[in-house]
C-alpha cells in the first residue's frame, strides 16, 4: 500500500559509527552540497555510562552514504566554550553559532552566553565574530533560522521586534532589530518552540512560556513585511508541547517528539510524527509502516537533507539520554499526502 512508504530505518548502529556519548539539546544543521559528508551536530549535553551529564561543544558529521559519524577535528586553537540550548544555522560555507546556555560545574546556575562564532566549513576553523550594530544578547533556549543571507533569531524577547543577522559580509555581519506587526497581539513570550523557514516566511510553533501551561498555538512572520499571523490550520491541532524536533522539506514542516507536562507526572515525551503542509494549511498524520522507530524523547534534532530526515539523539527526561540515529525518505510523501489523516490517533 502507499502508506507503507513512509518508515524510520535506523543507521549508525556499531559503537564506531556514533559518536562517542549520547547527547542531547546539541544543535544540528545540514551541510553544503559541496561537502562529503551531509549533517553536523555540535555540543549538548552528553552523558556517561554513570547518568552523569555535563556540557560539550565537540562535533560529528554524518554520513549518509557510509552510515556513520566522525568526529570533527577543529583546525583552530581558540574555539567556543561548552554549551546547550544554542543555536547553529549554515549560510553558504559558514557555520554560525549563536549564544545558549554554559550550565557549568558548581550548580550555581551557570552561564547564558552571548556570543557569536563562524565555523569555516572547509578549513574547520573557529573565529568569534563581533557584529556590527546590536550586541547579541544573552539568550538561550532560543530559535534561529536563516531566509537567504539573514539570520532571524526568535527568543523569549521577541515581542514587538526580531533580532535579524545579516551575514552576507560573513566577515563583517551586522545585528539589528527589526519592528514586528501583528494584530491583535503578536506570539507571547516563550522558549524551547520550533521556527521553521518555509519559502519567505517563518512558521513558529508550541513551547514554554516562563509562567503558566505549555503551547500549541501557530504562527507566521512575513520576512518581507515582518508581520505575524496566528494561523488555524485545518485538522486536528498537535499536542501542546516544548522541545520538539522539526525540519522543512519543499513546503512542509516535519515534527517529531518533544514533551509536555502530564499532571503530576513531570514531563512527558513523545515520539508522534506530524506533519503541517503549508500550502494547503493543513496538519498531516502520516501512518508510518515498518518496525519501531524512536523512542519518546525531547531535545532531539531533526535535519532534512535532499528527501531524507535526519533524526539523532535527544532525552528522555531523567531517565536516559540517546545516541541513536535514524532516517526517514521523504521522496513519496506527495504520494500518499492525501492518505494522511488530519486527525492524530495518539492518546495523551
Known sequence: ??????????IATSSD??????????????????HSHDVIICGGYVEDAEKNREAA???WILSLSEGSWKPVKFSSQEGPRVRLASQAVVVGQHLWLIAGWDPGHKKD????????????????????????????PQISRF??????????????????????????DADAPSLSLQPVSSHPEPPMSRGLHSLTAVGDKLYLFAGAPKEGPMLGDLWALDSASHAWAELDAEGKAPHVRCSQAVAAGGSDIFMLGGSYYKNEGGLQPLNDFFVLDTKQMKWLYPKLAGGAGPAPRNAATLTAVGDK????????????SYNDTYVMDVSGFDAIREEAPLDSDEQW
Not at 111 to 130: G, P, V
Open 1 to 10: 500500500m502507499a502508506a507503507a512508504q513512509l518508515s524510520w530505518e535506523e
Open 17 to 34: 559509527a556514533k559518536p562517542t556519548l549520547p547527547r542531547s539539546g546539541h544543535v544540528a544543521a545540514p551541510l553544503p552540497a559541496s
Open 57 to 59: 561543544i565537540d562535533a
Open 309 to 320: 530526515l535526519v533524526m539523532y539523539g535527544g532525552w528522555d527526561p531523567f531517565v536516559q
Open 109 to 136: 546556575g551557570g552561564d547564558i552566553l552571548a556570543d557569536l562564532w563562524r565555523l569555516d566549513l572547509e578549513t574547520w576553523a573557529w573565529k568569534q565574530i563581533t557584529p556590527q550594530g546590536e550586541e547579541i
Open 143 to 168: 530559535q534561529a533560522q536563516a531566509i537567504g543571507s539573514k539570520i532571524y533569531i526568535h527568543t523569549h524577547r521577541s515581542l514587538q521586534d526580531i533580532l535579524v543577522l545579516d551575514v552576507s
